[in-house]
């Protein structure tokens, strides 16, 4: 079995695991909003890839949910102001007789 002759050294060792290094992703920049984005990416900021809208972003999530929760809250207010005024009607018309 081969056996070295003389310890590496740390020098030598270290030069020759100098490729190993953890590298910088290369970034690039989003067309629509000129946002850092990493290559082949959807942006973050926009939602948009190679020129397209693909997703939502959380300011649009955001945004949609609070439409929804106000049209439920006026739709619960609608129902219960018709109510009132079917309660009312139906008083109205026990007091009558």
Do not use: W
Not at 41 to 58: E, L, P, S
């Amino acid at each position: 079995m081969a056996v070295p002759k003389r310890k590496t050294s740390r020098a030598r060792r270290d030069s020759r695991h100098s490729g190993r290094a953890i590298k910088p992703a290369p970034a690039s920049v989003c067309a629509n909003c000129s946002a850092p984005i990493s290559s082949h990416q959807v942006c973050d900021q926009c939602g948009f890839y190679k020129g397209r809208k693909i997703m939502k972003t959380g300011q649009e999530k955001l945004a949609r949910r609070k439409e929804l929760q106000q049209a439920k809250a006026a739709s619960q207010q609608a129902k219960q102001h018709e109510d009132e005024a079917l309660e009312a009607k139906v008083e109205e018309g026990e007091s009558k007789p």
